[in-house]
């Protein structure tokens, strides 16, 4: 049996995989047609038009629908393992799956509401998405510690604090840099006095974003430990 079919480890790895070619493929099409800079753009300035725009939107949705059935599909595994070790609070559980929920509805959000058309609903979403995303992987993180020995090795334990603490590190300067800019632009000037601010916080966005994917690689060993079936009563 290859490892891609044990349990369901083809889920998480499939995100993996789609989220990454997501951001790659509308970057290289918008660098090709010459709409960003080659140097850092913004990941949704990337998919701000079209065709990259309409490529950019479809593979980030696929790419949430994705998240929210890898993230229902973890919810599942630690309530299991709750209901047989009872190390994990099913409150914690719960949370991480509500938060982890609500940063797939920003990534749907992103990716219908490009940046040049509805900036106020783009931005929101976006924020929506990197707030979610970067609590669920610190309480995801905190479960894989309280589950231990259980699910998890020590390893991807310590490999999960450490990404969750590299996309809280990143996602502060992409915020708080992204107040100073003062131009919009697609394409800037390293000469524009806030160029560094666009600079510092692009850069930080891309390492949010691959932190995210770097942490749902970490779940595919855990992935291979169960399967889920759908239970179907007939009532008459």
């Avoid at 079209?50 to 993230?71: D, Q, V």
């Avoid at 840099?177 to 891309?206: G, I, N």
């Amino acid at each position: 049996m290859f490892w891609f079919m044990q349990g369901l480890c083809a889920l998480p790895a499939f995100l993996v995989v789609w989220s990454s070619c997501t951001f790659i493929i509308s970057y290289l099409i918008a660098l090709y047609r010459r709409d960003v800079d080659i140097i850092f753009p913004y990941i949704s300035d990337t998919g701000a038009n079209p065709p990259e725009s309409c490529i950019f939107g479809l593979m980030t949705f696929i790419s949430a629908c994705a998240g929210i059935a890898t993230i229902y599909a973890r919810y599942k595994f630690v309530e299991k393992l709750c209901e047989e070790t009872r190390l994990v609070s099913p409150c914690f559980n719960k949370a991480a799956l509500v938060l982890g929920m609500i940063s797939c509805l920003g990534m749907c959000i992103v990716a219908t509401f490009q940046e040049t058309t509805v900036w106020q609903a783009h931005d929101a979403g976006a924020l929506l998405f990197f707030v979610s995303g970067v609590l669920y992987t610190i309480l995801q993180s905190r479960i894989s510690y309280l589950a231990y020995p259980f699910g998890s090795s020590l390893t991807w334990c310590r490999t999960r604090v450490f990404i969750a603490t590299i996309a809280t590190l990143a996602f502060f300067p992409t915020v708080i840099c992204a107040f100073f800019m003062k131009q919009t632009t697609l394409h800037r000037d390293k000469e524009d006095a806030d160029y560094p601010y666009h600079l510092a916080s692009a850069v930080c966005e891309w390492i949010v974003a691959f932190s995210f994917i770097c942490f749902f690689l970490t779940y595919i060993d855990d992935f291979k430990l169960f399967t889920l079936r759908v239970h179907t009563e007939y009532q008459e």
